[in-house]
């Protein structure tokens, strides 16, 4: 049993495409979260959302936009991609927080040409 | 917010040796750190954690030193083996918050 499963793990797209990427934990855990990893391995958080907040980093384009369907499910839709959208897309689970840490899913791999 | 720092930024020992990648942070409220280590095309994934009422923990060859005071906290890995090849993440959390992620260090052990 997968705790954290993203899919698809690998996305090859088109400028000005919109996409979607899935995440769902198995975990029972009450927040999760997206972190894109660009080429230099830098983590860098997107978003983190619970049942009651949702917590957008700032610097995060407006063309994404996290879903919530429910506890378990956390997805990501990127409109209008560009060719600097490419990079490895992380979806993570914790409890409380993160006070006993997160658990990764496996990572999308986008790639916009 | 919390503003991590991770040094070095790339690491090459050879195999036997022993490994150190150090840590600050700059919030006196974060209380959790933890560390992850990302395996070429894969997750991270923890190895270690450290709270901040202790000042050491050790698993095996990995261990993990806080000092509150300075802020400061390191992984060190001893009797470095091929698989431990790796980026390792530091982090820090405050309660209540999201986790800070170091920039990451890229350690390669020498066969």
């Known amino acids: 049993d997968t705790a954290v499963s993203q899919t698809p793990k690998y996305l090859v797209t088109q400028m000005g495409n919109d996409k979607s990427i899935k995440c769902e934990q198995n975990l029972g855990h009450d927040t999760m979260y997206w972190y894109k990893q660009d080429s230099k391995k830098f983590l860098k958080i997107m978003f983190s959302?619970?049942?009651?907040?949702?917590?957008i980093n700032e610097t995060v384009p407006n063309r994404f936009s996290p879903k919530s369907p429910d506890k378990a499910h956390l997805n990501l839709h990127i409109n209008s991609l560009e060719l600097g959208d490419s990079a490895v897309y992380f979806c993570?689970?914790?409890?409380?927080?993160?006070?006993?840490?997160?658990?990764f899913g496996s990572g999308t791999r986008l790639t916009v040409v | 917010g919390e503003n991590v720092e991770q040094h070095p930024s790339t690491l090459s020992v050879q195999e036997g040796d022993s490994a150190v990648i150090k840590c600050t942070y700059s919030?006196?409220?974060?209380?959790?750190f933890p560390w992850y280590k990302q395996e070429l095309g894969k997750r991270p994934q923890l190895i270690i954690d450290i709270r901040s009422n202790v000042g050491e923990k050790k698993d095996q060859r990995i261990a993990v030193t806080l000092n509150k005071t300075a802020k400061h906290f390191s992984l060190h890995i001893t009797e470095t083996q091929p698989e431990d090849s790796a980026v390792y993440f530091c982090?820090?959390?405050?309660?209540?918050?999201?986790?800070?992620f170091g920039t990451g260090t890229s350690l390669t052990v020498i066969p």
């Open positions: 919030d006196s409220a974060s209380n959790y």
């Open positions: 982090a820090a959390n405050i309660p209540g918050n999201q986790f800070y």
């Open positions: 993570a689970s914790s409890q409380d927080h993160g006070v006993q840490g997160y658990t």
């Open positions: 959302y619970n049942n009651k907040e949702l917590i």
